[in-house]
């Protein structure tokens, strides 16, 4: 056994979670594949993918036993990291490319205009939001809180099912079963 804590391997995942999320982000944009709605599978796959890692690790580390808290706690440990990492890598990236926001409003206005149901008010009010979203100041603090709420359901039910309670180890934090 380790002095491994769901804190301390919440923050490794999360910063692999991050960079493997910021890079998948990057790889969206380049491809040109921000509509394709399957993409969004693929991201949140990602996601489960890290906290399943960074538990099973975790519950390694602590003689094969983890709580359902001490397994929510660093999986959600991870998934705020990874949202601030990926969330600043994704302003940047907008900031960087100046053309980039111009690329992707206008791939969304294609969008909306191939549906007959859209009016043309609708497609306006769609774009101002995006454009609102696109701003550090408010996609930086979305993406941390999207990354938080999905951390926390992702962590819960990965820790449920891998939860096994046992004796902890010693110093090890329990914030409940």
């Given at each position: 056994?380790?002095?491994?804590?769901?804190?301390?391997?919440?923050?490794?995942?999360?910063?692999?979670?991050?960079?493997?999320s910021?890079?998948?982000?990057?790889?969206?944009?380049?491809?040109?594949?921000?509509?394709?709605?399957a993409?969004?599978?693929?991201?949140?796959?990602?996601?489960?993918?890290?906290?399943?890692?960074?538990?099973?690790e975790?519950?390694?580390?602590?003689?094969?036993f983890?709580?359902?808290?001490?397994g929510?706690?660093t999986?959600?440990?991870?998934?705020?990291?990874?949202?601030?990492?990926?969330s600043?890598?994704?302003?940047?990236?907008?900031?960087?490319?100046?053309?980039?926001?111009?690329?992707?409003?206008?791939?969304?206005i294609?969008?909306l205009?191939?549906?007959?149901?859209?009016?043309?008010?609708?497609?306006?009010?769609?774009v101002?939001?995006?454009?609102?979203?696109?701003?550090?100041?408010?996609?930086?603090?979305?993406?941390?809180?999207?990354?938080?709420?999905?951390?926390?359901?992702?962590?819960?039910?990965?820790?449920?099912?891998?939860?096994?309670?046992?004796?902890?180890?010693?110093?090890?934090?329990d914030?409940?079963?």
């Amino acid at each position: 056994m380790s002095n491994a804590t769901p804190r301390s391997v919440g923050i490794k995942w999360g910063l692999y979670l991050g960079a493997a999320s910021a890079l998948f982000g990057i790889i969206i944009t380049v491809a040109k594949l921000y509509t394709n709605q399957a993409i969004s599978f693929v991201a949140i796959l990602i996601s489960i993918v890290g906290v399943v890692l960074a538990l099973r690790e975790y519950k390694a580390s602590n003689g094969g036993f983890m709580s359902l808290g001490q397994g929510f706690q660093t999986g959600l440990a991870a998934s705020v990291i990874a949202g601030i990492i990926s969330s600043v890598v994704s302003a940047l990236h907008y900031m960087i490319v100046p053309d980039l926001k111009d690329e992707v409003l206008n791939v969304t206005i294609a969008e909306l205009e191939k549906n007959p149901q859209m009016t043309q008010d609708i497609i306006d009010q769609t774009v101002k939001i995006s454009e609102t979203m696109m701003q550090p100041f408010v996609s930086i603090p979305v993406g941390i809180l999207g990354s938080l709420l999905m951390g926390a359901l992702i962590s819960v039910i990965v820790a449920a099912i891998m939860k096994k309670d046992g004796a902890p180890a010693a110093g090890i934090e329990d914030i409940g079963n």
